[in-house]
C-alpha cells in the first residue's frame, strides 16, 4: 500500500510508540494521585510540556495545555474566550478553515455573534487590505488557519497577528496549525508574538489519536473548556492522558532531529510528484500552486473526471489519497475550500489530494506516477465531460 494520505492521519513513528509503551504497562498511575510513583507521572507530564513549549518558542511551559484532539483545542479557544470577554461580539475568520472551526463560527453566529467570513482569491490567498478594513476596535478574535489542510496553502499568521494588534492589542488571535506543526516553523517569542492561541493535535505528525494540545499565551483572558477537575491548571478537567502526552513529545523531539532532512525530502518528492503529473496528464492544474505551500501536500485538479472515481481506482492500485477534508469525503458536496477558490466546476470534482510523511519513498513516488496517468485516460474515457470538451462522439 501507499499511503499518501498524511493530511488526514499519519503513522506512529516507532519512537513514539516505545516511548509509550511503559506508560501503558508499568507506569498506569494517576498523576493526581499523593504517593511518589504517581507524581513521578506528573514530573513527566511538565517535561513533555517543556519539550512542546521550546518547540514553538513559547515562554512559559505553562502556556501549553493538553486536549483530546484539535477540534477540541479549537471549541476550547471560541467557547473561552466568549466566555471570558462578553462584550466584544464580533469573530473574524476565514470560508477556507476547517470544520472544526467554521462550524463553531457558525454555532456562535446564530447565538448572535457577528462573524466576518474572509475570503480567498482564485490562488487561496487572503486580501490584505479586506482584512485590514473588518478589524475593529471591539473585535472579539480572529482566527486564521496557518496551512490548509486541503490545498497545503500557508496564510501569514505572523502578519495578520501584528496587523490585528496594532489595530487593538485586545483583539485575541487564533491560528488552527494543525497541519502545519512540526513542518513549518512557529516562534511564538518571535515573529509569532502577536498570536495568542495555536492549535494541535498529535496524529497529524506521528502521534496516536486522540492527544492534542493548545498554546495559550500566558494571561490570554480565556475560560475552561471542559469544566471539571484542577487538571491542567484548572483549564482542562480529566485525567490526563499520561502514554500519549509522552508519545507527542518524543514525536516533537523526532521532528526537531530530523527536520531539516524531512521537509527537504517531502519537498524534492512532492515536487518531483507534482511535475511528473504536470507532463505526463493534460488538462491539469494544481489547486494553490501559485501560493506558499506545505513541503508535503499536493492538491491536484484533473479537469472531466469524477473524483470519487479517481479515488476508487487509486484505491485499486493499491494508492491511499484523498478528494477532500477526511471529514467530508463520502460525502458528494464539492469542497469548501475549492469552491471559495472558485475552482471551475470541470476541475473541482476531479481534484486530488496527495499528502506526504517522512516515511514516504522514492519508489512509492515512481509507482504513482506510473499508474496516475492510466487511471485519469481511462476514467476520462467514460467521461461525457470530457467527450465534450474533446467533441468526441459518443
Ligand atoms: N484543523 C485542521 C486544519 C485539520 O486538518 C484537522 C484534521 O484534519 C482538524 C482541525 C481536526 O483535528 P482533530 O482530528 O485532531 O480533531
Redesign the pocket.
Known amino acids: 500500500m501507499i499511503y499518501l494520505d498524511n493530511?488526514?492521519t499519519t503513522a506512529i513513528a516507532p519512537e513514539v510508540r516505545d516511548a509509550m509503551q511503559p506508560y501503558f504497562e508499568e507506569f498506569y498511575f494517576n498523576p493526581s494521585s499523593a504517593y511518589q510513583i504517581a507524581t513521578e507521572m506528573a514530573k513527566q507530564i511538565e517535561a513533555a510540556r517543556t519539550v512542546i513549549a521550546r518547540h514553538v518558542g513559547a515562554a512559559n511551559a505553562s502556556e501549553i495545555l493538553f486536549t483530546s484532539?484539535?477540534?477540541e483545542s479549537?471549541n476550547h479557544v471560541f467557547s473561552g474566550v466568549a466566555k471570558a470577554n462578553p462584550n466584544r461580539r464580533h469573530i473574524i475568520t476565514t470560508t477556507v478553515e476547517?470544520p472544526?472551526v467554521l462550524e463553531v463560527c457558525k454555532d456562535l453566529q446564530r447565538s448572535g455573534y457577528e462573524v466576518t467570513w474572509l475570503n480567498v482569491d482564485r490562488s487561496g490567498r487572503l486580501n490584505l487590505r479586506e482584512y485590514v478594513q473588518v478589524l475593529r476596535p471591539n473585535t472579539l478574535l480572529v482566527s486564521i488557519?496557518h496551512a490548509n489542510?486541503e490545498t497545503g496553502i500557508v496564510f501569514p499568521v505572523a502578519r495578520l497577528a501584528r496587523i490585528a494588534k496594532e489595530t487593538d492589542p485586545n483583539i485575541l488571535f487564533h491560528t488552527?496549525a494543525?497541519?502545519s506543526m512540526t513542518k513549518l516553523p512557529i516562534n511564538l517569542s518571535g515573529e509569532m508574538r502577536g498570536v495568542d492561541f495555536v492549535s494541535f493535535?498529535g496524529?497529524k505528525f506521528h502521534t496516536p489519536k486522540g492527544i492534542?494540545g493548545l498554546y495559550i499565551r500566558r494571561g490570554t483572558p480565556c475560560r475552561p473548556f471542559l469544566i471539571g477537575g484542577h487538571q491542567e491548571s484548572g483549564l482542562r478537567g480529566g485525567t490526563e492522558n499520561v502514554p500519549y502526552i509522552i508519545g507527542m513529545a518524543r514525536a516533537f523531539e523526532l521532528a526537531e532531529e530530523t527536520h531539516a532532512e524531512d521537509i527537504a525530502r517531502m519537498t524534492q518528492l512532492r515536487d518531483k510528484l507534482q511535475r511528473g503529473i504536470l507532463e505526463r496528464i493534460p488538462h491539469v492544474e494544481i489547486n494553490g500552486g501559485e501560493a506558499e505551500r506545505m513541503p508535503n501536500t499536493l492538491n491536484v485538479a484533473c479537469h472531466y473526471v469524477e473524483g470519487e472515481g479517481i479515488l476508487f481506482q487509486l484505491n485499486d492500485a493499491g494508492i491511499c489519497a484523498s478528494s477532500g477534508?477526511?471529514?467530508t469525503s463520502g460525502s458528494l458536496e464539492p469542497s469548501h475550500v475549492l469552491t471559495a477558490m472558485q475552482v471551475p466546476f470541470t476541475a473541482m470534482h476531479g481534484s486530488v489530494r496527495f499528502s506526504l510523511s517522512r516515511y514516504t519513498t522514492d519508489t512509492e513516488i515512481d509507482t504513482v506516477l506510473e499508474k496516475f496517468p492510466t487511471i485519469i485516460a481511462n476514467l476520462r474515457q467514460l467521461s461525457p465531460y470530457w467527450d465534450q470538451a474533446t467533441n468526441a462522439p459518443r
Open positions: 493530511n488526514a484532539c484539535a477540534t479549537n476547517h472544526a488557519m489542510n488552527d494543525t497541519q493535535s496524529h492534542g477534508s477526511a471529514c
